[in-house]
């Protein structure tokens, strides 16, 4: 079994982005998976030696603003519960919302390894970018930019540390 990373945030955070990074380098999309799955995305990333199993849970995306809790618990909770480490993407230019808030909620009840990352970080000051992201409650916000790849290798490294 591979290590399973689970790309959760709520919509245009860059989830998409950080997935395609992870994954187009490598062995393509494992496929996504028929019948069940279907708002998910799986693929397969590398980085050294070690591989792992990436999924975007890009069923949050179409929904209306009140139906998040709902699609926590429908959706990304089945991604979560496949995750060895849950990544928690936030928009440092965005901020902290609201959204980012029931979502940190709802990940910090499952127990699961979780890193916060700041994404859209690039030329941005470090501390300016994350400082927000502290109220969150999950440890040191770490900044990434999924766009230009700034940071991204070493989050997966600290990710996979472990394994
Ligand atoms: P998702 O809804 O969470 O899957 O987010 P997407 O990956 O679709 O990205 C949403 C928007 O954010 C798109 O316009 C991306 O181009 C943009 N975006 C994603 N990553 C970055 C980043 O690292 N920096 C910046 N500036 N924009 C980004
Ligand atoms: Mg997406």
């Given at each position: 079994m591979l290590p399973t990373l689970v790309l959760v945030g709520r919509p245009n955070v860059g989830k998409s982005t950080l997935f395609n990074r992870l994954t187009?380098?490598?062995?393509?999309?494992?496929?996504?998976?028929?019948?069940?799955?279907?708002?998910r995305h799986y693929g397969r990333g590398r980085v050294g030696t070690k591989p792992y199993l990436v999924v975007d849970t890009?069923?949050?995306?179409?929904?209306a603003k009140d139906g998040i809790l709902y699609e926590m618990a429908r959706q990304s909770r089945q991604a979560v519960d496949e995750a060895d480490v849950v990544l928690f993407i936030v928009d440092g230019r965005a901020g902290c919302t609201p959204q980012d808030t029931i979502i940190a909620e709802q990940l910090r009840k499952t127990g699961k390894p979780i890193l916060l990352l700041v994404n859209k970080a690039e030329g941005m000051q470090r501390m300016r970018v994350i400082a927000d992201f502290y109220e969150l409650g999950l440890g040191e916000p770490i900044p990434i930019s999924s766009a230009h790849g700034d940071n991204v290798n070493e989050v997966i490294e600290i990710a996979l540390e472990d394994f």
């Open positions: 187009r380098s490598r062995d393509a999309l494992v496929a996504d998976q028929p019948g069940l799955t279907r708002d890009g069923g949050l995306e179409p929904v």
